[in-house]
T-cell receptor
Framework: EAGVAQSPRYKIIEKRQSVAFWCNPI?????LYWYQQILGQGPKLLIQ????????DSQLPKDRFSAERLKGVDSTLKIQPAKLEDSAVYLC????????????????FGSGTRLTVV | EDQVTQSPEALRLQEGESSSLNCSYT??????LFWYRQDPGKGPEFLFT???AGEEKEKERLKATLTKKESFLHITAPKPEDSATYLC??????????FGKGTKLSVKP
């Protein structure tokens, strides 16, 4: 089974610029998550999709962050404009429906995109 | 508010020196307590899920235990390859994970 693919792996931008990250989940996984992991901290949920609908975006800074999941498959996360405090690793994870009964909630994490804002 | 707190933030051990990592949690509707290992530049790697107080799970030199308020990750006779950040997370009812800040473990030969 192929893993969760994310790109790019690294990105360096200046503050006030825009950036977009892409995630391709495991085939058949209906639920997709974006987590933000600031250096020295644990991942924090930004947004959760089920198919192409938003389940939870309560911690997404909507004045600058946006996310979409077209056709319930790939997802993009955008930041516009970026701030210094957005420097972090952005992790995408996917899970199949009913995965809550599995040992790991059925989660698979990608390797993340490391964003540096200068 | 849901919260997961891990201690210590960093732990340095000599090879073979056993120790424990602590995770205390307050998560409403907790669906499970998760332990992950994270190596630099990689996503979290699943280790264990614990569902009820008194439950224990083992994998090689690691053993995870759970009480009603805390979980412990015991590391027996660690090796340098066990060096990593260990993350604890509470499982929410929507399948989301509430993570602690992690414990960075360094094992010196």
């Amino acid at each position: 089974e192929a893993g969760v693919a994310q790109s790019p792996r690294y990105k360096i931008i200046e503050k006030r610029q825009s950036v977009a990250f892409w995630c391709n989940p495991i085939s058949g996984h209906a639920t997709l998550y974006w987590y933000q992991q600031i250096l020295g901290q644990g991942p924090k949920l930004l947004i959760q999709f089920q198919n192409n609908g938003v389940v939870d975006d309560s911690q997404l800074p909507k004045d600058r962050f946006s996310a979409e999941r077209l056709k319930g498959v790939d997802s993009t996360l955008k930041i516009q404009p970026a701030k210094l405090e957005d420097s972090a690793v952005y992790l995408c994870a996917s899970r199949r429906l009913g995965g809550l009964r599995q040992a790991n909630y059925g989660y698979t994490f990608g390797s993340g995109t490391r964003l540096t804002v200068v | 508010e849901d919260q997961v707190t891990q201690s210590p933030e960093a732990l340095r051990l000599q090879e073979g020196e056993s120790s424990s990592l602590n995770c205390s949690y307050t998560v409403s509707g907790l669906r499970g307590l998760f332990w992950y290992r994270q190596d630099p530049g990689k996503g979290p790697e699943f280790l264990f899920t614990l569902y009820s107080a008194g439950e224990e799970k083992e994998k090689e030199r690691l053993k995870a235990t759970l009480t009603k308020k805390e979980s412990f990750l015991h590391i027996t006779a660690p090796k340098p390859e066990d060096s990593a950040t260990y993350l604890c997370a509470g499982g929410g009812s929507q399948g989301n994970l509430i993570f602690g800040k992690g414990t960075k473990l360094s094992v010196k030969p």
